[in-house]
């Protein structure tokens, strides 16, 4: 089974300083990584998702993040944290290695706080 | 388009009961997938539904928890003999299941969820 570790539990940032959220994956080859945001009392929405095509991936609202093979790692990045930025980001992998649907397993999720 | 919808939205319900959550997919999405969020497990998946085969029932906790999937659409979860430690918020998701083009899953959009309470 492949698994993701988010390395920090809460983050807290200044409005307008870069965001970094840390997220490292086990995985016997290629993974279906993503990321995924909760806003309180909202539901899950996509960032973005990692493909074979390229391992720097942009995703929505300013979001990107590095597939970096060599580190196992798939960190989160802003370069200017908003007030609406907080919120519980999930890392999310495939549950299997393969092709083919299959369910996803999540991270324990990082609360990113913004501080004004 | 409209998206993943689920009902009821909260259901309170006494310990012993039956209750049954219904899931509407994105149409035209053949990947459906239930989900549960608790704050002691975190986000677990239960089960998935891929088209015609088999269901992946790897993920259910207990021989308490079932789903079926009529038509290739909608779908219900129902869990039997409700336990306390069965209160979560349960989450479905659909999707269009693999991209051979992108050698990834397709994404998994979720609905808002029924926040279970047992008494």
């Known amino acids: 089974a492949q698994s993701v570790t988010q390395l920090d539990s809460h983050v807290s940032v200044s409005e307008g300083t870069p965001v970094l959220l840390r997220c490292n994956y086990s995985?016997?080859?290629?993974?279906?990584l993503f990321w995924y945001v909760q806003h309180p009392n909202k539901g899950l929405q996509l960032l973005l998702k990692?493909?074979?095509?390229?391992?720097l991936v942009k995703g929505i609202n300013g979001f990107e993040a590095e597939f970096k093979k060599s580190e196992t790692s798939f960190h989160l990045t802003k370069p200017s944290a908003h007030m609406s930025d907080a919120a519980e980001y999930f890392c999310?992998?495939?549950?299997?290695?393969?092709?083919?649907?299959?369910?996803?397993?999540f991270g324990k999720g990082t609360h990113l706080i913004i501080q004004p | 388009g409209a998206g993943v919808s689920q009902s009821p939205s909260n259901k309170v319900t006494e310990k012993g009961k039956d209750v049954e959550l219904r899931c509407d997919p994105i149409?035209?999405?053949?990947?459906l997938y239930w989900y549960r969020q608790s704050l002691g497990q975190g986000l677990e998946f239960l089960i998935y539904?891929?088209?015609?085969?088999?269901?992946?029932k790897s993920g259910l906790p207990s021989d308490r928890f079932s789903a079926e999937r009529t038509g290739g659409s909608v779908s219900t979860l129902t869990i039997q003999r409700t336990q306390q430690e069965d209160s979560a918020v349960y989450l479905c998701?659909?999707?269009?299941?693999?991209?051979?083009?992108?050698?990834?899953?397709?994404?998994?959009?979720f609905g808002p969820g029924t926040r279970l309470l047992v008494l």
């Open positions: 539904f891929q088209g015609n085969s088999a269901p992946d």
């Open positions: 149409s035209g999405h053949t990947a």
């Open positions: 998701a659909s999707s269009l299941g693999w991209s051979s083009l992108a050698g990834t899953q397709e994404t998994q959009y």
């Open positions: 999310v992998v495939s549950r299997r290695a393969g092709g083919g649907a299959d369910g996803l397993t």
């Open positions: 995985s016997s080859y290629s993974p279906s």
């Open positions: 990692y493909t074979s095509a390229a391992t």
